[in-house]
Structures are given as C-alpha cells and as structure tokens.
T-cell receptor, first 118, second 111 residues
Framework: GAVVSQHPSRVICKSGTSVKIECRSL??????MFWYRQFPKQSLMLMAT?????????EQGVEKDKFLINHASLTLSTLTVTSAHPEDSSFYIC??????????????FGPGTRLTVT | QKEVEQNSGPLSVPEGAIASLNCTYS??????FFWYRQYSGKSPELIMS????GDKEDGRFTAQLNKASQYVSLLIRDSQPSDSATYLC???????????FGSGTRLLVRP
C-alpha cells in the first residue's frame, strides 16, 4: 500500500521551455501532496504544499509563477516548471499524505523526476 | 528557524554490527518524528514513525524518542551492506502537515 508514482522519471528540455511533472497516489486518496527539490548531496527542500481543490502554498523564496502546481483530484497533482533554465536542473520529488490514514502525518514519496535543462 | 540536525557522516560499521543514527531538533513542541532511508539517486522511503517517548521496534529497526532532550535516534541491528544509504530524520512542523528534514547521515556497512 501507499504507492506514489511520478511521471516522467527523467526529462531533458531546452532552456525556455516548460515541463510538466505528474504525481499520482495509486492506492490511496491524498488530501495533501508536497513538492520537494533536491540538489546533489543536499537534503530535501520543500517547495510547496498542495491541497486538493485549492491553491498551493509555496515556501519562502519559491516563485509561484515559475513553479505552477495544480491538485485537481485526490490522486493527482502536477508541477509545471515554466520557462526552465539550467539552474532549475534538479531532482524533483513529490510526496503524499493519505486521508484517514492511522498515522496521517506520514508522507509517502514518489520515485522522483530528474530534470536537466540544456 | 526550526531545525533538525544530523551528523553527515559517513558512519561506517561492519556487517552484523548495530548502527546508531542520531538526530536533534530545535522545536520543543514537536510531536511527530520520522526516519526515511534514501539510496543514492532514489527518493526517500519511510522506515518508521514515532510519536511517544521511548522505543519503537520494527524488525531490525528501533526508533528511540526523548522529547525532554529533543533527541530521536534510529538503531539498525545486524547491519547489512544493503543498509548502506543516507538516513533522513524528519520532524512535523506545528499544526501543519509539513515535515522539516535533516541533512541526513550517510551509513556505510562494510562486508
């Protein structure tokens, strides 16, 4: 149980283009999803918290117009990196919190998406 | 600024030994704590959660929590080379569902 998928797993795009990353909870409903970014040899950095049907809450310093988050259903959240630049190259990971889980504070992570902007 | 501190390591132990990983946190009001394992190039995987003072055991893993000392640890018994990974400590923030992650401790289990 508690499986989260992400697509694509790896993407290479040209500078100035946009990239959409999907995060799905496969066997549970997720009222809250989180998007993280991780640079090499660094820890996870929370970018935003996404609640189904409402606007995402972004962490300080994260540009909401650049990183568009949509949480349209209880099993799907998307992150769109708009006008990507090489400095946006990173490992993007989503996580989900299950509704009505016995330990509802636990977050289950997707496998991550490695973005390379050339 | 709420913080979670971990020694970056690497912590090197021989196969079969007990590995002890430690984590301290700054927010005295924190109530929920988590240990994740992250293999190189992969995403974090939840190992255990702990909410009450004391020990919680799950297989070869034991989480220990001491809220008075603001300290949480993870013991791995009978360490295996496959346990070699980075172990992340995470603490739930306030009344939100956000987690603050430590920078992780790299564990190396020598065959």
């Amino acid at each position: 149980g508690a499986v989260v998928s992400q697509h694509p797993s790896r993407v290479i795009c040209k500078s100035g283009t946009s990239v959409k990353i999907e995060c799905r909870s496969l066997d549970f409903q997720a009222t809250t999803m989180f998007w993280y970014r991780q640079f090499p040899k660094q820890s996870l950095m929370l970018m935003a918290t996404s609640n189904e049907g409402s606007k995402a809450t972004y962490e300080q310093g994260v540009e909401k117009d650049k990183f568009l988050i949509n949480h349209a259903s209880l099993t799907l959240s998307t992150l769109t990196v708009t006008s990507a630049h090489p400095e946006d190259s990173s490992f993007y990971i989503c996580s989900a919190r299950a509704i009505l889980a016995p330990s509802s504070y636990e977050q289950y992570f997707g496998p991550g998406t490695r973005l390379t902007v050339t | 600024q709420k913080e979670v501190e971990q020694n970056s390591g690497p912590l090197s132990v021989p196969e079969g030994a007990i590995a002890s990983l430690n984590c301290t946190y700054s927010d005295r009001g924190s109530q929920s704590f988590f240990w994740y394992r992250q293999y190189s190039g992969k995403s974090p995987e939840l190992i255990m959660s702990i909410y009450s003072n004391g020990d919680k055991e799950d297989g070869r893993f034991t989480a220990q929590l001491n809220k008075a000392s603001q300290y949480v640890s993870l013991l791995i018994r009978d360490s295996q080379p496959s346990d070699s990974a980075t172990y992340l400590c995470a603490v739930k923030v306030d009344s939100s569902y956000k987690l603050i992650f430590g920078s992780g401790t790299r564990l190396l289990v020598r065959p």
